[in-house]
Nanobody, 128 residues
């Protein structure tokens, strides 16, 4: 069965960096839609960045563009989120997600509706 396990979260000072990892099992990474989402205290879930299966196009939400980078290592079956220049407003629980939508789905994958499987989340806290 599909399993997603995040790691790499923690406490970091503003301006610092973290790399989140998501170890996947039960499916092939390059045959899946993959994404990172986050949920801050008292707020709804937000799509951070995602890779669309049908063409490899990457979508990134405006608030993290230029600071966060999504990537994957198919051989290691791991999805990454490199986070640089972190800000206090990046504080949230970060979740990785996977799914497999048909080619008829041509929109941005920064929506939870694209994904069927979710990890348990990893806490990222940005504070001095």
């Amino acid at each position: 069965q599909v399993q997603l396990v995040e790691s790499g979260g923690g406490l970091v000072q503003p301006g610092g960096s973290l790399r989140l990892s998501c170890a996947a099992s039960g499916f092939t990474l390059d045959d899946a839609d993959l994404g990172w989402f986050r949920q801050a205290p008292g707020k709804g879930r937000e799509g951070v960045s995602c890779i669309r299966r049908i063409d490899g196009v990457i979508y990134t939400t405006d608030s993290v563009k230029g600071r966060f980078t999504i990537s994957r290592d198919n051989a290691k079956k791991t999805l990454y989120l490199q986070m640089n220049s972190l800000k206090p407003e990046d504080t949230a629980i970060y979740y990785c997600a996977s799914g497999r939508r048909p080619r008829s789905w041509q929109s941005s994958c920064l929506s939870g509706g694209w994904f069927d499987y979710w990890g348990q989340g990893t806490q990222v806290t940005v504070s001095s």
